[in-house]
Structure formats: C-alpha cells, structure tokens
C-alpha cells in the first residue's frame, strides 16, 4: 500500500509539473518574443534573482529541515501541536523576511552593483528600480517555503506542486494582453509570486490549519532546526551561486548574454523539474524513515533506486537536449525581438550547461541522503568546495569560450561535487549499492549515446528535406522508440519495475 500511495503521488506530481512547464515554456516563448534578449531582460533577470539570492535557497533549506522535525511533532504530539510549531516558525520566517524586504530595498543600489558590476548605467539604473518592486516577493517566498513544508508533511504533495503554474498565470495573461513594459512584467511576476501562496490556502483549510500570532524563540525545536539550516542553505544553494556567479561574469560579455543562459537554464531545468524533482519529493520522506529508524540497507536500496530511475529518464532527455539544441530553441523562442543571434546564443549555452544536467539528479539525491542522517555540513563543504571550482573555472574559460565558457565551468562543478559525494556517502554508509547503480546507469548511458547519435543525424538529414519543425518532431519520435527497444534488449531493471507498478496501479494481471 505504502508503494501505491508513493506511486500515486510521484504520478501526480509528475502530471501536474508537466502542465506546470507547459505554462512555463509558454510564459518564456511569450517573454522572448516581447522582449528578446536585451538589456532590459537582463536587467529583469537580474532583478528577479537578488532577491533568490536573499531568500530563494533559504526557502528550499526551510523545506528541507522543516519537514523531519514537523514529522516528528505530528507522530509524538499529534496535528494541533504541529501546527502551533509551524506557526511558530511561520511568524519568526515572516519577521526575518520583512527586514530583508527592507533593507533589500534600501540596499538595493549595493545589491546590483555587486551581483552585476559591469552593467551600462542605463541597464544598471532599470535593474535598481525593478529590484526594489522584486524585493517585496521575499515575503511571499517565505509564506510559500513554510505551507509547502506543512502540506509536504501531510503527504498532500498537489498544491505544492500547483504553484508553478500560479506564478506563471499572471505573467502570461499581461503579455497576452499586449503589454510590454518591463516594469508591469516585473509587478506581474510579483503578483505571480503571491498567487504562489493563495493557491496552497484551499489544502491548509482542508487540514484544518489555522494561522495564528504566536512566537517562541524558547522552543528547543527551533534551535535544532536553525542549527541544521544554515549548512544546508550553503550546500543547497551551489546550482544558485553557480548561476549568480555566471550572470555577474556574464553582465561583462555583449548584450543579451545574461538573458541567454537564463532561457538556457530554463530549457535544461524542464525535464529535471518534471522527473527528478517528482521523484526526489516523493522518496525524501522515505531516505528520512529509513534513517530515523536506522535501517541502512533500505537506505541504501532507495538512494540507489531514486538515482536508477532518475538516470532513466535524464540521461537520454539530456542527450536528446544537447543534439537538437538550435532547432529546441528555434521552436521554442524564435519569434518577435529573439532572432537568430539569440539562438546562436542561447543553444551555445543550453549545449555547455546539459553537460552537467546529466549528474544533478545523482547529486540531489545524494545530498538528501546525508539531510536524512542529519548530517549537514557534508553538503555544505562539497557546497563550497562547487561554488570555489566554478569561479575559477569561469574565469579562465570565460576569456576563450565566452558564453560557453560560463555554462561549462557550471557543468564542470556539478561533476566534481557528484563526485566528491559519491565517495564521501559511500565511506560514511560503508558502501552505497554502487555497482549496481553503476551497472544500470551504464546501460542507460550506452543505449541513450546510441539514441542521441540516431536522432542527430536523421535530423540533419530531414532538415534539408522538409520543414525543420516536422524534422525535429520526427526525431524525437524515431529517437524515444530506439530508447525504448534498446534498454528492453539490455534488459535495463529499472524499466521491468516501473511496468510493474504502473500494471500493479491499473490492477493489470500478468
């Protein structure tokens, strides 16, 4: 029953992420056409990302530690005390965020001057004044990072899930309205930010929380939550310092650079979202279980099974992503004010950061299994240890690869951190199940190569014969049915037990 219920939420989920991105590439298809890749959307990014960098990893980080201690509160002390904790946190997370709110807007001019040095002073003064208007999206970040954990707790995982596509509503009705002011783009995203906690409201009232003024800095609770969130916060913000760190190198290279890896990192982070992060939702409480109760081997089994499955859809997706690149981009962005030159260089970009797509999935999962051991400092070091790798290599492949240079330095850093845990976690587990996700990962590899090499050339040959929209559609099709008959022909395991619980959920019989 317990792997039904897990079956059923990770379908869920899955589904409506899928809507979700759909809403999502519609939103940034409507963007690139309004506004292509200009300094205005660069000073809009930048603007949208200060305030990620004052809350955005600190709301993941929430999330994180939150929800073993709510579990632990909800088995030993019932809901009500749950929830008199949770709003106990709510109001010291809302009292944190409004003095960042604050001084965010009254450093603001500081702020973007450090994230973004070499910015003209006309990009520089319009992301100033958007940054100010995005800075009030902190508070809502903040609502958003604690309802998610309480209904996360709950195994309600739909709502959570729903508030992508709340953001997103709000940015694509104004631009379907004909409106292309940056400033109403960046007060739609604000509103989208804020539709973000409305949309969780309907599942708290139907768990009968109730929100309430009520602070105990007294809790013992909170000082073993604050004692395990700064190390996460660090560990879990490499993929955001790496980004902030390209972005502030990048607001030095021609104008549009920094809009270019934005929509590039938004192609690549479409199937992780919609895949991995479904999975690593679903069996996070699982890692958590296992490790409370000390049952290592079932640890092992489920980190080792999350990443297999995982790699079975990233790895031929990423492939997929990296030789069809232009025409992904074509269909996706070309339209409007993003012309050929912001092809070229947004798929340079999308190209050089699928490389370290293929191992963000293995490590996320294996940073969640040292926060299920509560040991948090691991992440954070290796954290450091990404974030130090990716400036240096920035500054050295920026100066002969340009944008690319950015986005593989990127890539490079999530091999040496996937690396470095996969050593460190197996000599503190005395072993992980490697040869075995080795085994399984290899076969996927191989059978995606293959698939990727196909799709690759019998684009190139189609493109020249008809429309390269159908071209690519073709290869996609051609590329997915060789994937499937390759890793049935090496029997790849993960592929025989996912039919097994989809027959198993349909009821079907063998």
């Excluded at 010291?92 to 604050?102: D, E």
């Excluded at 982070?269 to 996070?284: H, P, Q, R």
Aim: aromatic share 10%.
């Amino acid at each position: 029953m317990k792997n039904n219920k897990a079956v059923k939420s990770a379908s869920i989920i899955i589904v409506i992420s899928i809507v979700s991105k759909v809403f999502g590439l519609l939103r940034d298809t409507l963007m690139a056409k309004a506004f292509g890749t200009t300094f205005q959307t660069d000073a809009y990014n930048m603007s949208i990302t200060v305030p990620n960098i004052l809350f955005g990893v600190i709301g993941a980080a929430i999330v994180t530690t939150f929800i073993p201690i709510l579990s632990e509160t909800y088995k030993e002390k019932g809901k009500e005390e749950m929830f008199r904790f949770a709003n106990n946190i709510m109001n010291i997370l809302l009292s944190i965020s409004l003095v960042l709110c604050i001084v965010g807007i009254i450093f603001a001019p500081y702020l973007v001057k450090i994230v973004a040095p070499n910015f003209e002073p006309e990009t520089y003064n319009l992301t100033v004044s958007l940054t100010k208007i995005s800075m009030i999206s902190i508070l809502f970040m903040a609502m958003n990072s604690g309802y998610t954990a309480i209904l996360q707790t709950l195994d309600d995982f739909v709502a959570p899930a729903l508030i992508g596509i709340a953001l997103n509503i709000p940015i694509i009705v104004y631009i379907l309205l004909g409106n292309h002011s940056i400033l109403g783009l960046t007060i739609a995203t604000l509103i989208g930010n804020a539709m973000q906690v409305i949309v969780q409201i309907p599942w708290l009232i139907k768990h009968k929380y109730k929100y309430s003024i009520f602070v105990n800095l007294k809790d013992k609770r909170i000082a073993k939550m604050f004692s395990l969130i700064m190390p996460i916060i660090i560990g879990a913000s490499v993929n955001q310092i790496n980004s902030v760190v390209d972005k502030t190198i990048g607001s030095g290279l021609p104008e549009g650079s920094i809009s270019a890896l934005n929509y590039a990192q938004k192609i690549n982070g479409l199937v992780y979202s919609v895949f991995a992060v479904a999975i690593i939702t679903v069996v996070y409480p699982k890692f958590s279980r296992a490790a409370s109760a000390g049952e290592k081997d079932n640890l092992k089994l489920f980190i080792s099974k999350a990443i297999n499955n995982i790699n079975l859809v990233m790895i031929p997706a990423t492939l997929g992503i990296m030789v069809l690149s232009v025409p992904i981009v074509r269909v996706i962005y070309q339209r409007g004010e993003f012309d050929e030159k912001s092809v070229i260089m947004t798929s340079t970009a999308l190209i050089f950061y699928s490389i370290g797509v293929l191992v963000w999935g293995i490590e996320d999962i294996y940073n969640r299994g040292f926060y299920a051991m509560q040991d948090t400092k691991t992440p954070m070091i290796i954290g450091i240890i990404g974030v130090s790798t990716n400036i240096i290599f920035n500054l050295i492949l920026v100066r002969f690869m340009g944008l690319g240079g950015l986005a593989l330095s990127t890539s490079i850093s999530a091999f040496v951190c996937t690396i470095i845990l996969i050593f460190t976690l197996r000599r503190k587990m005395s072993g992980i199940n490697g040869l075995s996700s080795f085994k399984s990962s290899l076969k996927i590899f191989v059978a995606s190569f293959i698939m990727a090499t196909v799709v690759k050339y019998g684009y190139q040959f189609l493109e020249l014969r008809i429309n390269y929209i159908i071209a690519m559609i073709i290869s996609i099709i051609i590329g997915v049915a060789l994937y499937a008959i390759l890793i049935l022909i090496f029997k790849v395991p993960e592929l025989y037990e996912m039919i097994d619980m989809i027959k198993e959920k349909l009821n079907i019989k063998r």
